[in-house]
């Protein structure tokens, strides 16, 4: 009997996280459509939720002595772009915003 090959932990943890951003950024694309968010709010949020993900991941590498050599960071931006082709121009103008802020119906909170 063949015998199946187990992948590594780190590349499943992987996999799971890829799936899981990927399918945030698909609610935030519904949100976006129905005119709920918008797209740079989406990709905004999309970021935010996957560095949130990918600190988790570094946190269990470092508890599991493990080094991977996946980063979740190009799946990350992929999303945030699918959501907002603006999104980089759009980082780059909150990062020099002092202070950042969210406008909600023209009023900046």
């Given at each position: 009997m063949p015998q199946i090959e187990q992948k590594p932990r780190s590349r499943v943890l992987f996999e799971l996280a890829t799936e899981e951003i990927r399918n945030y950024g698909y609610k935030r694309a519904?949100?976006?459509k129905r005119g709920a968010e918008t797209p740079a709010l989406a990709a905004l949020l999309?970021?935010?939720?996957?560095q949130g993900i990918a600190k988790v991941l570094q946190l269990i590498e470092e508890l599991d002595d493990e080094r991977?050599?996946?980063?979740?960071l190009p799946i990350i931006q992929?999303?945030?772009?699918?959501l907002d082709p603006q999104?980089?121009?759009?980082r780059t103008a909150r990062w020099g915003a002092r202070p950042a802020g969210i406008s909600i119906a023209g009023t900046c909170i």
């Open positions: 519904s949100d976006v999309v970021e935010k939720y996957g991977s050599v996946f980063s979740l992929e999303e945030a772009l699918r999104f980089l121009s759009n």
